[in-house]
């Protein structure tokens, strides 16, 4: 799916059938489909995320759901959450303000209920790493090499960023 549709994520706003057949619109809704089809059950889940407000109410808005993703029950397994807003995300990874055991709810479908569930625990990881090399010469200069990686859903933030950018732009800001 990420390899087929480029550019942003249009979320719940177009069927898997009309992304399928104008190669855009949501990667959430086609990758729905192409599971469900395989069949693999995949859920839409909205999440609380940290970055809206936290008040607890009897009944939620959805104003407070802001972001969504898919929850597919793995056959033997754990569920595995997909992130479908960030191209080429990592695999089975939430993006920071969707993880911790945050509210979740499993949208309702034919046969299906409304179900509420919580998101994978947070996991304490780096998704930078910066290694520099210092050397000093014989004639007392200094000489200095850096290398900056970033992984997870910051490297593929970054990664999608570039790609829109011209080469030289994209030089630029490098």
Same mark, same amino acid.
């Given at each position: 799916?990420m390899?087929?549709?480029p550019?942003?994520?249009?979320?719940?706003t177009?069927? +898997?059938?009309?992304?399928? &057949?104008?190669?855009?619109?949501?990667?959430?809704?086609?990758?729905? &489909?192409?599971?469900?089809?395989?069949? $693999?059950?995949?859920? $839409?889940? /909205?999440?609380?995320? %940290?970055? /809206?407000?936290?008040?607890?109410?009897?009944?939620? @808005?959805?104003?407070?759901?802001?972001?969504?993703?898919?929850?597919?029950?793995?056959? #033997?397994?754990?569920?595995?959450w997909?992130?479908?807003?960030?191209?080429?995300? =990592?695999?089975?990874?939430l993006?920071e303000? +969707?993880?911790?055991?945050?509210?979740?709810?499993?949208? =309702?479908? =034919?046969?299906? =209920?409304? *179900?509420? /569930?919580?998101?994978?625990?947070? /996991?304490?990881?780096?998704?930078?790493?910066?290694?520099?090399?210092l050397?000093v010469?014989?004639?007392?200069?200094?000489? #200095?090499?850096?290398?900056?990686?970033?992984?997870?859903?910051?490297?593929? *933030?970054? &990664?999608?960023? %570039? @790609?829109?950018l011209?080469?030289?732009?994209?030089? *630029?800001?490098?």
């Open positions: 799916v390899k087929r549709l550019g942003r994520e249009l979320g719940m177009h069927s +898997a059938s009309s992304t399928l &057949a104008q190669d855009r619109g949501s990667k959430l809704m086609l990758l729905k &489909a192409s599971l469900e089809v395989l069949g $693999i059950p995949a859920r $839409i889940a /909205v999440v609380h995320t %940290f970055t /809206v407000d936290q008040t607890p109410y009897l009944f939620p @808005n959805e104003s407070l759901l802001t972001y969504s993703c898919l929850r597919v029950e793995v056959p #033997g397994g754990e569920p595995v997909l992130d479908t807003s960030v191209r080429f995300g =990592p695999f089975g990874e993006p303000h +969707a993880r911790g055991e945050r509210d979740a709810y499993l949208l =309702p479908e =034919p046969g299906r =209920p409304l *179900q509420k /569930v919580k998101t994978p625990p947070r /996991v304490e990881k780096s998704d930078k790493q910066v290694q520099l090399w050397e010469t014989p004639d007392g200069k200094l000489l #200095g090499r850096g290398e900056e990686v970033y992984s997870g859903f910051k490297g593929a *933030q970054l &990664a999608e960023s %570039f @790609n829109v011209s080469a030289e732009s994209r030089k *630029q800001a490098l």
